[in-house]
């Protein structure tokens, strides 16, 4: 059994139990069969690194299984689980691509997750089901298809986060306390804003991940 911590400017966390065929020839290598625990489930997947010195061009494939969403926002929040606890699982296929640096990544996700948001004053289910693609070098996203549902609050998003392109965004809500409390969750909100009634909302995010507008 073996392990592997990974430590970036917002990531750390760790590998465990990690097995795979190797191979390397021709200047490329080659992980097969890799698996391993990671956040609470496990990870199957392929690895490959092209051209190790020179381009080093990294393409990962993996399916995620059980992923505790609890972990997911340990690693993401963790002051908020004072308040505020997620439980649940997450199930994903990943496809992965960038050469040399993170700043280069591009990446395609489909993904869902059921489980429960818990506080002191709600419980309050929640599930997703997200497709997903995500350009570092460009610093865009975009959805297809994807929605979030809570108790009272569904959002649907559609399209691109860009400059030149934009995100749909429709969200119905029966009781904003629920979307306030689930930003806290991730840590979107640092003060409470005291949120409830019912709302409908139809906007679009423009713009790039690192500076997205709303309108």
């Known amino acids: 059994s073996t392990s592997l911590q990974i430590h970036t400017t917002t990531i750390h966390t760790q590998l465990r ?4 065929r190797y191979i390397v020839k021709e200047g490329n290598a080659e992980l097969r069969d890799l698996r391993t625990a990671l956040l609470g489930g496990r990870m199957n997947g392929h690895f490959t690194m092209k051209d190790i010195t020179g381009a080093q ?3 990962l494939q993996a399916t995620l299984h059980n992923i505790a969403l609890a972990s997911i926002q340990a ?8 308040d ?3 439980t649940g699982t997450a199930n994903a296929n990943l ?3 960038w050469r ?20 002191r004053q709600a419980t309050i289910p929640v599930t997703a089901d997200v497709h997903a693609v995500y350009s570092a070098g460009a610093q865009t996203v975009s959805f297809s298809q994807s929605q979030i549902r809570s108790g009272q609050t569904t959002i649907d998003l559609n399209g691109t986060v860009s400059r030149t392109a934009s995100l749909e965004v429709q969200a119905q809500s029966k009781d904003l306390s629920e979307i ?10 640092p003060e409470p804003l005291g949120l409830g009634g019912a709302a409908t909302f139809t906007g679009t995010v ?4 690192a500076n997205p507008q709303i309108t």
């Open 17 to 20: 139990d990690i097995s795979a």
């Open 57 to 59: 061009v990294w393409e």
């Open 75 to 82: 690693l993401v929040n963790p002051q908020a689980m004072r």
């Open 84 to 86: 505020l606890r997620l």
């Open 95 to 97: 496809n992965a691509r």
């Open 100 to 119: 040399k640096t993170f700043d280069t990544l591009t990446a395609r996700t489909d993904a869902k997750a059921a489980g429960t948001a818990i506080s």
């Open 180 to 189: 306030e409390t689930l930003a806290n969750a991730f840590g979107a909100r």
């Open 206 to 209: 423009r713009g790039s991940t």
